[in-house]
């Protein structure tokens, strides 16, 4: 029976997981040319970089963001790993579910759109 549980384990810890993140014209430009990274010279985090767990979430990230710099926005959803997600720092922020991804795992995130 453990033989069977480890197996189950192994294998949600393999399958993609979904997260998605809000971000301006001027970051998603970014992640065109450079791929998701933490962007270097104090415009947010410098080791870490955060997502929502749902895309309602990330919406609504995203407007929060407007109302204090008045950007337009786009949600993208990436694919995760099963390891990195289950490893990763999974919060509350602004009463919204929220993951921070290690800088050092952002080449392992598959962006879908």
Not at 91 to 99: H, K, L, S, V
């Amino acid at each position: 029976m453990s033989i069977l549980r480890n197996l189950k384990v192994w294998r949600r810890s393999n399958l993609n997981e979904n997260i998605y993140r809000a971000v301006s014209d001027a970051e998603l430009n970014d992640i065109a040319n450079f791929g998701l990274r933490c962007k270097p010279g104090g415009y947010g985090y410098e080791t870490v970089k955060l997502f929502a767990l749902e895309h309602n979430d990330a919406d609504s990230f995203g407007k929060l963001n407007q109302n204090y710099d008045n950007l337009p926005f786009s949600v993208i959803k990436i694919a995760i790993p099963g390891k990195v997600f289950s490893e990763a720092f999974q919060f509350e922020a602004d009463g919204m579910q929220a993951i921070s991804i290690e800088e050092k795992c952002l080449n392992l995130l598959t962006i879908i759109y």
